[in-house]
């Protein structure tokens, strides 16, 4: 049977509407979205036509939304209404596929403009107290923190790492990633003598790798509560996150020479553009560096 995610506040949307959004909300799934992202879309979905007051498809005009836009979005940053928007477009267009609709009630022209910004990472000297700090935290959260840094897995991708997915000789791991897809990552030495050592303490051949105080999987928000202690721990920059990990792996790697192409495998992204914005980051380091080395 397949998978529904239904839309909770069922009384403020009429039967036949909320059936379309959940078809909808099930074709994401066919397509692989996260189930993080499905959420999301159906709580954004969910909360324009609470605002809207408007309990069916039939009865939207593109002046409704536009209106929401106005009267509940006006404040909120233009990421967030792009993303709005993002969600109610896809949901119309595929509304407009099926004949639920007879136009995209959407415009272009309303889509914010996001200004461009790099990822954020750590430097050198940061990296260096990163790895101090480190030595004081438990053996389960040091070997957490080497695999991140050295993989640049996501966090969700750390917490999901199952032990018979890991080759400590080779130092590779399988992990899942968005869409449930799966990749090959590779880790440093000191990672896997981490990994090594924690296991020695619990000693298991299969399950997750890292476990909670219960002894069951740990979750991600553990994993960026810890990373936020190192943050606190090491004088971090406050924008120092988990991602800030990923994107630290990532400069890294292409200081040392690594291909932009097994960057991106390794990232798990589907297109090298996504990578390439850090080698944007690599050029404006050495930019700067030689600015204040030569005037």
Same mark, same amino acid.
């Given at each position: 049977?397949?998978?529904?995610?239904?839309?909770?506040?069922?009384?403020?949307?009429?039967?036949?509407?909320?059936?379309?959004?959940?078809?909808?909300?099930?074709?994401?799934?066919?397509?692989?979205?996260?189930?993080?992202?499905?959420?999301?879309?159906?709580?954004?979905?969910?909360?324009?036509?609470?605002?809207?007051?408007?309990?069916?498809?039939?009865?939207?005009?593109?002046?409704?939304?536009?209106?929401?836009?106005?009267?509940?979005?006006?404040?909120?940053?233009?990421?967030?209404?792009?993303?709005?928007?993002?969600?109610?477009?896809?949901?119309?267009?595929?509304?407009?596929?099926?004949?639920?609709?007879?136009? @995209?009630?959407?415009?272009?022209?309303?889509?914010?403009? @996001?200004?461009?910004?790099?990822?954020?990472?750590?430097?050198?000297?940061?990296?260096?107290?990163?790895?101090?700090?480190?030595?004081?935290?438990?053996?389960?959260?040091?070997?957490?923190?080497?695999?991140?840094?050295?993989?640049?897995?996501?966090?969700?991708?750390?917490?999901?790492?199952?032990?018979?997915?890991?080759?400590?000789?080779?130092?590779?791991?399988?992990?899942?990633?968005?869409?449930?897809?799966?990749?090959?990552?590779?880790?440093?030495?000191?990672?896997?003598?981490?990994?090594?050592?924690?296991?020695?303490?619990?000693?298991?051949?299969?399950?997750?790798?890292?476990?909670?105080?219960?002894?069951?999987?740990?979750?991600?928000?553990?994993?960026?509560?810890?990373?936020?202690?190192?943050?606190?721990?090491?004088?971090?920059?406050?924008?120092?996150?988990?991602?800030?990990?990923?994107?630290?792996?990532?400069?890294?790697?292409?200081?040392?020479?690594?291909?932009?192409?097994?960057?991106?495998?390794?990232?798990?992204?589907?297109?090298?553009?996504?990578?390439?914005?850090?080698?944007? @980051?690599?050029?404006?380091?050495?930019?700067?560096?030689?600015?204040?080395?030569?005037?």
């Amino acid at each position: 049977m397949k998978e529904k995610y239904w839309v909770l506040d069922c009384e403020r949307i009429e039967p036949k509407t909320r059936s379309i959004i959940n078809d909808y909300l099930s074709s994401l799934k066919d397509q692989k979205r996260a189930a993080a992202t499905i959420d999301k879309y159906r709580r954004i979905i969910e909360q324009f036509f609470i605002e809207t007051r408007k309990s069916s498809l039939e009865e939207l005009a593109s002046s409704d939304v536009l209106d929401w836009l106005d009267k509940y979005c006006k404040n909120r940053s233009k990421r967030t209404v792009r993303l709005y928007l993002t969600v109610l477009s896809s949901l119309f267009k595929f509304c407009l596929a099926k004949n639920h609709i007879d136009k @995209i009630l959407t415009k272009r022209r309303w889509f914010p403009e @996001i200004p461009y910004s790099v990822p954020r990472h750590l430097n050198g000297a940061e990296v260096a107290r990163l790895k101090i700090a480190a030595e004081k935290f438990s053996i389960r959260d040091r070997a957490i923190i080497a695999f991140m840094l050295s993989s640049g897995v996501r966090r969700k991708e750390a917490s999901g790492l199952n032990i018979e997915n890991v080759d400590l000789k080779e130092r590779v791991a399988q992990v899942k990633g968005k869409g449930d897809k799966t990749r090959i990552v590779h880790f440093s030495v000191e990672c896997a003598l981490l990994l090594k050592r924690y296991l020695a303490k619990n000693p298991r051949d299969e399950g997750p790798m890292f476990l909670n105080r219960y002894g069951d999987r740990i979750s991600d928000a553990r994993i960026y509560e810890i990373v936020a202690r190192l943050k606190r721990e090491a004088d971090l920059p406050p924008y120092f996150c988990p991602h800030s990990l990923r994107s630290t792996f990532a400069c890294l790697m292409l200081s040392r020479g690594a291909e932009l192409g097994f960057i991106t495998d390794e990232l798990g992204h589907v297109n090298m553009d996504t990578t390439r914005v850090y080698a944007r @980051i690599l050029t404006e380091d050495l930019i700067s560096e030689y600015k204040q080395k030569m005037g």
